[in-house]
C-alpha cells in the first residue's frame, strides 16, 4: 500500500504558477533555480513520508510570485492540491482574532488593558491566585493569561466541540494554571474569550465582523470563518498520521463551534497571500487600512520573551529570531491539517504551506521544515535578486563629511564601509559592532539608521563654516567637532 501510494504522488503533481503583475522576479535566473531546487525537495519529502497534498505560495511584497499544489486534496478521488484548494487552517485564526481586536482599540472601543470581565461578566472561572491582577485582554493576546489550555471539553479525543453556552457553563468548574505573566502557555481557550469580546464591543457575531471588516476588504474571498457549503467541494480531505503500515484515517470534519475564534477558519494560498501582501503594504505606509500601520507593527514586535531569547509572541503573532531574518506569523493544526504563515518583514517574503495530514509539521520554528528551507533558498535569492547593483563609481559627495571628530566623551570617525556613510568609535576593541549608518534625509543631514542603539532614528546634521569645511558635527541634540579644528573641546 505504502509503495503505491509513493508511486501515485509524483506522476499527479499539480502546477499553477499564477499570472503576476510582474514576473521578473520569478524569472531572475538564481530565484528559478532556487524553486527548482525547493520543489525538488518536497516531492522527495512528500514521497518518503507519504504525506497527501500540500498546497505552498512565496509571496514578495504585493505579488505571489510562485504558487503550487503538490499531490492530492483528495486521495481516493486522485483530486490534485492546487493553490486553490480550500484546506482548514486552525490556529492561524488566532491572528485575525487579534487583528479584530486592535481594530476595536484603534477605534476607541476598548483598551487592551481592560480586563475580561469588564466586556464578558459570565468570565467566572476559579483563581487559584486571588493576589494576582485580573487578566486582560493583552493577556489574552499573548498568552500570558494563566488560563488553562482549552475549555472543559475532551473535543481533541472525541471531536464533539462545545457551544459558546456549553463553555461559558463549564467555566466556573475551570481554574487557572498559573498567575497572569508569570509563565506564557498557550490557551484556545484564551482566545476564544478575546473572540467573545470581539463579539461583545462590536454587537455583531465573530464571524460577521471578521468577514465585514477583514476578508471582505481584502479580497479573501475563499476564506471563511464557517465553512460554506458552496466551499465544501473545493476543501482538501484532512488525513491523520501515517501508522506504521503506512495507512492514515480520514479525520472527521471539525466545526468548532464554540471554539471557533480560537482555529475554525479555512483559506487557500491564493487568499492567504492577500492577507500576506496587506501587511507588507500597511507596514510600508504611514495611514490605514483595517488596523492603523502602528497598530500592525506594534501587533509584530516582541511583547513576551521565550527564556532562550529565540522567540517570543507578539499581539497575535509569534516572532522567531532565525541568525537570517525575524519570522513573523503563525501555525495551524486542526485535525487533517497542518499550516503556517510566515512572513519576513525586513525582505517582504511570505511563506504560506498547506498540508492535508496530521504529520507535515510545516512550522517555521522547527528547523528543516518546508517554511525554513523556503526562506533560506528562495527567500534569500529573492532579496539578491531585487537589490540594485552596487555602483563602482564613488560618491564624491559623500568626501565632505569623512574625516575624524572628537568631543569630550570620546572620539569618532565619518567612513564609507560598505558602501555605506558611518559613524564608528574608533577607541572600542570592536567599533563595527557599534558602527551607526547615516542614512541622507535632506542636505547635509542624516538619519541614524542600525539596531539596537540608543542614537537610532536621530539626526545627524554637518554644519559648514565660511571656507566649505565642516565646523562642527550635530548628533541629535549635542556637537561632535573635527579633531583639526581649534574649537574642539580640550
Not at 29 to 49: C, D, F, G, H, R
Not at 235 to 249: E, F
Not at 418 to 434: A, F
Request: net charge negative; hydrophobic share 40%.
Amino acid at each position: 500500500m505504502r509503495i503505491l501510494l509513493f508511486t501515485l504522488l509524483v506522476p499527479f503533481l499539480f502546477v499553477c504558477t499564477l499570472q503576476a503583475e510582474s514576473t521578473s522576479i520569478a524569472e531572475h535566473p538564481e530565484v528559478l533555480s532556487n524553486i527548482k531546487l525547493l520543489e525538488t525537495w518536497i516531492e522527495s519529502q512528500m514521497a518518503y513520508k507519504g504525506w497527501p497534498g500540500m498546497s505552498i505560495g512565496i509571496v514578495y511584497d504585493q505579488t505571489l510570485i510562485w504558487a503550487k499544489g503538490f499531490g492530492y486534496a483528495d486521495l481516493e478521488k486522485k483530486t490534485p492540491a492546487t493553490p486553490d484548494t480550500i484546506y482548514r487552517i486552525g490556529s492561524n485564526s488566532k491572528m485575525f482574532t487579534s487583528i479584530a481586536i486592535l481594530k476595536l482599540r484603534d477605534e476607541g472601543k476598548l483598551q487592551l488593558d481592560d480586563s475580561v470581565e469588564k466586556y464578558l461578566s459570565w468570565f467566572k472561572i476559579k483563581n487559584k491566585y486571588p493576589d494576582a491582577p485580573s487578566i486582560t485582554i493583552r493577556h489574552l493576546l499573548t498568552h500570558t493569561s494563566g488560563l488553562p489550555r482549552e475549555a472543559a471539553f475532551p473535543y481533541a479525543t472525541d471531536f464533539k466541540f462545545p457551544t459558546r453556552e456549553q463553555i461559558i457553563e463549564k467555566l466556573s468548574e475551570q481554574e487557572t494554571i498559573y498567575p497572569p505573566e508569570t509563565k506564557w502557555k498557550y490557551s484556545n481557550l484564551a482566545l476564544v474569550l478575546a473572540g467573545e469580546i470581539v463579539s461583545a464591543v462590536s454587537g455583531e457575531s465573530y464571524a460577521e465582523y471578521i468577514h465585514k471588516e477583514i476578508l471582505e476588504p481584502l479580497g479573501m474571498s475563499s476564506t471563511s470563518v464557517i465553512l460554506p457549503d458552496e466551499h465544501k467541494n473545493r476543501l482538501a480531505t484532512g488525513y491523520g498520521r501515517r501508522m506504521p503500515d503506512g495507512s492514515r484515517r480520514v479525520m472527521p470534519f471539525s466545526d468548532f463551534k464554540g471554539l471557533t475564534p480560537a482555529g475554525n477558519m479555512s483559506s487557500t494560498v491564493k487568499d492567504l497571500a492577500r492577507f500576506v501582501s496587506w501587511q507588507f503594504r500597511l507596514r510600508e505606509s504611514s495611514g490605514s487600512e483595517i488596523l492603523k500601520a502602528s497598530t500592525l507593527k506594534e501587533m509584530q514586535r516582541v511583547h513576551w520573551l521565550y527564556p532562550d531569547w529565540k522567540a517570543g509572541w507578539g499581539l497575535g503573532f509569534m516572532i522567531v529570531h532565525k541568525e537570517a531574518r525575524d519570522l513573523v506569523g503563525h501555525g495551524g493544526h486542526v485535525g487533517g491539517y497542518q499550516t503556517d504563515i510566515s512572513t519576513s518583514p525586513k525582505e517582504k517574503v511570505g511563506v504560506i504551506t498547506l498540508v492535508n495530514a496530521d504529520d507535515a509539521d510545516p512550522y517555521f520554528d522547527v528547523p528543516g521544515t518546508v517554511v525554513d528551507k523556503a526562506f533560506e533558498w528562495v527567500a534569500s535569492a529573492i532579496t539578491k535578486a531585487v537589490t540594485p547593483p552596487k555602483s563602482e563609481k564613488a560618491d564624491l559627495k559623500r568626501d565632505k563629511y569623512i574625516g575624524k571628530y572628537r568631543d569630550i566623551w570620546a572620539d569618532y570617525a565619518v567612513l564609507v564601509i560598505n558602501s555605506k556613510l558611518v559613524l564608528i568609535n574608533p577607541m572600542e576593541s570592536d567599533p563595527i559592532t557599534s558602527m551607526l549608518t547615516l542614512t541622507p534625509v535632506a542636505e547635509h543631514t542624516f538619519r541614524i539608521d542600525g539596531e539596537g542603539f540608543a542614537e537610532l532614528g536621530e539626526l545627524v546634521v554637518f554644519e559648514f563654516g565660511t571656507d566649505g569645511e565642516v565646523m562642527r558635527m550635530k548628533l541629535g541634540e549635542n556637537y561632535l567637532y573635527p579633531q583639526d579644528k581649534a574649537a574642539v573641546p580640550k
